[in-house]
């Protein structure tokens, strides 16, 4: 089956520590997307990446790195920078950046600071 | 920047019920216009686009929603809810003036009752 995965599905950190989430796609998708969700305010864009070694901020980049090694991953890295880390982290990917832009979802990631 | 509002945070239903999930967005020259679902704890999932062409869109699970433009409205409607239909509903637009990003709506969440 073709799919976004995301792993862990929960995940716990101390603070100041670093965390990385995992997403995978098998779905031969050029661009991926990463997204913050509060409860009562959407999703939030964090990081985009239209294609292999590139990516861009999104609208709330501040204490997030990404990279793009492969075209099927497409990993995020919270840092200790991020001042209010709990938060549902979902991903996305689409054919590719532009045009109309439908966007397939992985299951989430839930991060609790502890 | 696009902005989406949807214009209730809660809507509680019952069942066989019809209800209708209001979606309204800035003004932009060519809008693509999108609806997801989201079950708890799980990712996003398409209901429905409208990308050009017939105003009334159906989507998947007889949902069915009306783009008008004059209004720059995205109405999301289903005749008659079931109990499986309780999640949280996102409206999302994307343009060229945003380089075809998704923003999304804060979400509408459904709660159907027997």
């Known amino acids: 089956d073709g799919g976004i995965t995301q792993s862990p599905k929960y995940l716990f950190r101390k603070e100041g520590q670093n965390v990385t989430l995992s997403c995978e796609q098998n779905?031969?998708?050029?661009?991926m997307y990463w997204y913050r969700q509060d409860p009562g305010q959407g999703l939030r864009l964090i990081y985009y990446?239209?294609?292999?070694?590139?990516?861009q901020k999104g609208d709330i980049a501040e204490g997030y790195s990404v990279s793009r090694e492969k075209k099927e991953s497409f990993p995020l890295t919270v840092t200790s920078a991020q001042k209010n880390p709990t938060a549902f982290y979902l991903c996305?990917?689409?054919?590719?950046?532009?045009?109309?832009?439908?966007?397939?979802f992985g299951p989430g990631t839930r991060l609790t600071v502890l | 920047a696009q902005s989406v509002t949807q214009l209730d945070s809660q809507v509680p239903v019952f069942e066989e019920a019809p209800v209708e999930l209001r979606c309204n967005y800035s003004?932009?020259?060519?809008?693509?216009l999108f609806w997801y679902v989201q079950y708890p704890n799980q990712g996003l999932q398409l209901l429905l686009k409208?990308?050009?062409?017939?105003?009334l869109v159906k989507g998947i699970n007889g949902f069915e929603a009306e783009f008008n433009k004059s209004q720059t409205s995205f109405h999301l409607r289903k005749p008659s809810v079931h109990i499986s239909d309780t999640a949280e509903y996102f409206c999302?637009?994307?343009?060229?003036?945003?380089?075809?990003?998704?923003?999304f709506g804060a979400g509408t969440t459904v709660t159907v009752r027997a």
């Open positions: 996305a990917s689409s054919i590719s950046v532009g045009s109309y832009n439908e966007q397939f």
């Open positions: 779905l031969n998708h050029d661009a």
């Open positions: 990446s239209q294609i292999v070694n590139d990516f």
């Open positions: 003004s932009s020259v060519s809008v693509y």
């Open positions: 409208y990308l050009s062409g017939s105003t």
């Open positions: 999302a637009v994307s343009d060229k003036a945003n380089d075809y990003k998704l923003s």
